[in-house]
Structures are given as C-alpha cells and as structure tokens.
C-alpha cells in the first residue's frame, strides 16, 4: 500500500475547464484518479477567460501574492473542486497574463508574453503552498510551461520549506519547448547562476522545459516507446542529450483513458449508447455521423474518422496527398474533425466539395462531436509523425472503432497489429511515414471491412475488451512519487552528513 501522497499539479490546462490537447486530458483524469486512490491532490492552474464547469468556483478575500524578480504582483485565487472528484483546483485570476480565452496566446494575441505568462504560474505555484501553509511531497509539473518551478525548488526555495518537496516533470510533448530572450531569468527572480548550458540556456535563449528537465527530481514521458524515443536526435527535439544525461531518471508510463468520459455505454453525448455485447447504438451514431458530416447515410459503407489537431506532428499532410486517389479507388467514406495548420484545413475543405456526400470535413474544436465521430465511424486514422502517447487511438479502440496508426511513441504501446487469417490484434500499423504507406493500410483495412467480417468484429471486440482505465497508469506514477521523494530525501540527508 502506498503513503498517503500530498501531490500538487502545476498545470497550464486541465479537463474540463479548458483543453488544447491530450496534456488537458491527462491532468485532469490522473488527478481524479491519484484523488480516488485516497491522496491529497491540489491542482493549480491559470484562471483564463471562458473556463468550462467552473460556477462553483468561489474567490478568497486575501490576494496571493506571487515573488517575481524584484517586483511582486498579487492574483485573486479562486477555490473550486476538480468534477468527479475531492481534489483541490486553485484558480489564479491575473488579467494581465490570463484575461483571454486561448491558452498558449497571450494579450498581444501571440506567444511573446508566454514567457511572462507562465514564470508567473510557476512561481505562483510556490507561493501557494506558502499561502495554504501545505507543503506538498511532491510537485507534479507538465511541460515547458511548468518548467521554471523545480528551478525554483533547487534554488531560491532550497533552504525554505519547499525545498524539502521533490519534482516530478511529465514530458508530454517535446516539440515545444518555452524559447524566451534571457531577461526572463530576472523577471523570474531566478539567480544568474541558472543561465548556463546545463540548465535554461540553449543557444544564448531561455529554453524552460531544459531547465525543468535539469532541475527536476524524476522525470516521466507517456509511453515506455516515447521514453526511448525521445533520447534519440530524431525524437528529442535537441535536448536528448539532456534526456540522456538524465537517462537514470526518466520513465515512460502511458497513458489511461478517463472512463467516465469516455465509455460507449454510459456517454450521454451519443444518440444511442452501446457495448461490446450489443452494439446496435453505434448504427445509429454512425447514422447520425455521417448525416452531421454531410455523408450518404449509408451502413454499409465503412466509414474512416480523423480527429485531430492539424499539425506537422500529426501526419495528415499525407492523408490530404492521397484524398482523391482513396475516394477513386475505394468504397469508403472519410470524415475529418480537427483545426490547426490553414493549408491543412484548406485541402480537407478542398477535398469534401469535391467529393460531396463522400468526404466530411469538420473545422473547429468541437469535443461533442469528437465523441459521436469516435462512436460513428468503422475506423480510426492516426497517421502521427510522432506521438508520445495518443489517447484518440484508445479512445477509439474502446468504441469499437479499429485504429489505423503508423508506428511510433505510444501508438505502437496501445496498438496490436492485426494478423489476417485469425482476426488478432486490435487494429492496424504501418512503419514509414509516407502516402503510399498509409493509401496501402486503409486498402487493408477497407479489404478486411468488406472480405472479412467475422475477422473485422473480432478486432472491434479485442479492442472493446481491452483495458485502458487510468487504474494502472495512476498506480505507476504512485511509484514515480515514491522513487522521487526517496531521492529528495536521500539528497538532503548527503548535504546534513
Ligand atoms: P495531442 O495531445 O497531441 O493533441 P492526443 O491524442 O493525446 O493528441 O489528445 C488529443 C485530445 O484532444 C483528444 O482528447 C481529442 O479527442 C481531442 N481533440 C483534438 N482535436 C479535436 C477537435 N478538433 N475537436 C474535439 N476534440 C479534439
């Protein structure tokens, strides 16, 4: 049985006050699930504009007050719990920084103040625990944005009280990585001393997920694949040789899948619910599916869904180079769900006026319709450059929709490939990174759809039968805790001795 843990979440999103992608996801099922195991889970997180289920939300009289370099400035703290869940969000209300609905866009309406924006939420994080008089075992960070806090534990705290607790980084996406001029050092009220290669600065910038990755006391990515990736030059965004350096220290954990969000049986947003035992509903979302996107109402004809943000990351590029050659060689409808790169939005509009009735697009965010895509469709593509982890391809195996992922991260931990002949595996992987390579894989998909029946509802029910719930997933990062308060621990000891 693991120690009661005090955890404290220092996140820049959270599910399901506002979500820009899978980081969201993960902070807000992994807190609800740390919670329902019986820790002390407090979250801290920006108070943007236009936050979701945030009305029982309630200020506190006294202002916190945030140390910056040379200056303090003071935000309004606003209490209110995670949904579904005992665990504490703490809101930081500071228009300056967070007065604007989008996450990673400042005031000026790009990411120049980003630097500002989110040194203020990492020093606030530290502050924090001084304001509730708590100081937590453990503080959990997310990516660059979070990056500054274990610098902070390491230095102007490690004679204080927050000194004692250990940090905790989770890499989730290594492509971005906090670039600001150097004068963040000082607004940060970090020392000089922290400007060197073997912390913040990378070619003569600041770079905040390097320092965090320097500076915290364990570090985790979400999948054991991506854990190794990452320590590559292809897949380390020029800081595997930090990772490597830091290679003793670092674990891959994959992801879980938030079941109460997340579950063709009880999800209240689909027309018709189903299970692995009777799937009749997921006909009639397929049927209201292809209506929304536009499609041929048509159950026979297998449909293949795209949600995604439209990044390089994602690979859709190569989807778009082959959109007119799949709608001229096969029976299959397509349908795409996502917002992002323009071009890309351009082709998938391009490509659904040219192909009416035959290929849907969808350009937004739009997290209802995202369940009913799920729910609706026969197949999944998620033809991702890279992916730490994914959580679309499990979210998708879990509605009895087969995923179609190339192999890399976290899709070649969630996805087993299917073997022809016995209808193994849970659904469909393809190695390179190209056109044909993805045109070849919908063709075997779309083969196994109308050759192979029986063998096309067994890979929907390995993938329904499959467990993806955050049970285990939390149960790891329990060890992750203890592995890092150990070594904080063990530190200070060696420094009293
Ligand atoms: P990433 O974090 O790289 O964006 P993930 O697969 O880990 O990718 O998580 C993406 C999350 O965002 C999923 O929950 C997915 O359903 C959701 N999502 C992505 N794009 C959209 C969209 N256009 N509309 C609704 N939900 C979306």
Excluded at 43 to 69: E, F, T, W
Excluded at 197 to 204: R, V, Y
Excluded at 399 to 421: F, H, K, M, N, W
Excluded at 441 to 463: F, H, V
Aim: some cysteine.
């Amino acid at each position: 049985m693991e120690p009661r843990r005090k955890i404290l979440m220092v996140a820049p999103e959270m599910a399901p006050f506002v979500k820009v992608g899978g980081l969201g996801d993960v902070v807000g099922a992994l807190s609800k699930a740390l919670d329902a195991r019986g820790h002390d889970v407090r979250i801290v997180m920006p108070k943007y504009a236009g936050l979701c289920h945030v009305d029982s939300a309630r200020p506190r009289n006294r202002p916190l007050r945030v140390r910056l370099g040379g200056h303090e400035l003071y935000a309004r703290l606003w209490d209110c719990e995670l949904p579904g869940s005992g665990a504490n969000c703490y809101l930081l209300e500071f228009n300056q920084y967070y007065e604007h609905a989008a996450v990673y866009v400042g005031p000026s309406g790009n990411e120049e103040h980003n630097g500002q924006r989110f040194a203020f939420l990492c020093r606030a994080a530290v502050d924090l625990c001084y304001y509730l008089d708590w100081i937590p075992d453990v503080v959990h960070c997310h990516d660059w944005a979070t990056g500054l806090t274990p610098i902070y534990l390491n230095t102007t705290e490690l004679n204080q009280p927050m000194g004692r607790a250990a940090s905790l980084m989770t890499l989730h996406n290594m492509h971005h990585q906090g670039w600001f001029h150097r004068d963040l050092v000082d607004f940060a009220g970090l020392p000089p001393s922290v400007f060197r290669s073997d912390c913040l600065e990378s070619m003569g910038e600041v770079n905040m997920l390097k320092g965090g990755v320097y500076h915290s006391t364990k570090i985790n990515t979400v999948s054991p694949t991506h854990a190794r990736e990452i320590q590559e030059p292809e897949g380390g965004g020029g800081l595997h040789h930090v990772l490597r350096y830091r290679a003793a220290d670092l674990l891959g954990v994959i992801n879980g899948v938030d079941g109460s969000e997340w579950n063709p049986a009880t999800d209240a947003l689909l027309p018709a619910t189903y299970s692995a035992n009777d799937l009749n509903g997921k006909a009639l979302c397929k049927a209201q599916m292809q209506q929304t996107y536009g499609l041929e109402v048509n159950a026979d004809i297998p449909v293949f869904a795209v949600i995604s943000r439209l990044a390089e990351q994602k690979g859709l590029d190569l989807l778009a180079a082959i959109g007119d050659r799949l709608m001229a060689s096969m029976k299959i409808q397509i349908a795409v769900l996502g917002i992002g790169d323009p071009e890309l939005e351009s082709a998938f509009r391009v490509l659904a006026a040219r192909h009416p009735g035959r290929f849907g697009t969808h350009i937004g965010f739009n997290n209802k319709l995202a369940h009913l895509t799920e729910a609706g469709a026969d197949f999944f593509l998620m033809p991702s450059r890279f992916e730490p982890c994914g959580l679309n391809q499990m979210y998708s195996m879990i509605y009895g929709t087969p995923p179609i992922v190339r192999a890399t991260g976290g899709l070649i931990d969630s996805v087993e490939q299917y073997i022809e002949g016995q209808g193994a595996g849970t659904g469909f992987v393809f190695q390179d990174a190209t056109p044909d390579a993805l045109y070849y894989t919908i063709g075997w998909a779309c083969s196994t759809y109308y050759d192979r029946p029986e063998e096309y509802a067994k890979l929907q029910q390995n993938g329904m039968q499959r467990d993806f719930s955050w049970d285990a997933s939390a149960s790891t990062y329990e060890d992750l805790y203890s592995w890092a308060v150990d070594a904080r621990n063990a530190a200070f000891a060696s420094k009293i001795s």
